[in-house]
């Protein structure tokens, strides 16, 4: 076995534990029921009530572990709906609570937008230009640089 080979093994192994933590963590603090409930509704029918939120967070994977770990969060801060074919949502989000400035935001930002996405009604995610303003310099500088995110006003 190649040394090559031989990361690429440990690295999948450890992706593997990492989400099996992940899910395990949410479980914890989730109510399985009400996930579901959440899971089922319609975006486009919940995007101006009080359900959107934590609907949104339902549909997330392994990052949702790191934000209710770190007592963080997100918001919607605007959405558009787009008529095509079937109605979906470009919704616009900023992070909450201890997820401001946190040095993992550009993968918090780029797990909740690739997980969110991943959602029928979602056509796109990006995140308030505001967001930039919690960073310093050189955490702004990165996360423009190597977040994979798009910023809006």
């Not at 009400?34 to 967070?57: G, H, M, N, T, Y």
């Not at 990052?63 to 979906?88: C, M, P, Q, W």
């Amino acid at each position: 076995m190649s040394d090559d080979d031989l990361v690429s093994k440990y690295a999948a192994e450890a992706l593997e534990s990492m989400k099996i933590e992940a899910k395990k963590r949410i479980e914890d603090v989730t109510d399985e029921v009400e996930e579901k409930r959440l899971q089922s509704l319609s975006l486009l029918k919940i995007v101006d009530s009080d359900d959107i939120v934590p609907a949104l967070l339902s549909r997330l994977n392994e990052v949702r572990a790191a934000l209710d770990g770190h007592g963080g969060g997100i918001e919607l801060t605007s959405y558009e709906i787009v008529e095509s074919s079937n109605k979906t949502l470009n919704i616009v989000l900023d992070l909450t609570g201890a997820c401001l400035s946190c040095g993992a935001a550009p993968g918090t930002l780029e797990g909740v937008k690739s997980d969110l996405e991943s959602d029928d009604e979602i056509s796109s995610v990006k995140f308030s230009s505001a967001l930039l303003d919690t960073f310093d310099d050189l955490g702004r500088e990165f996360i423009l640089a190597h977040g994979k995110v798009e910023f809006v006003d």
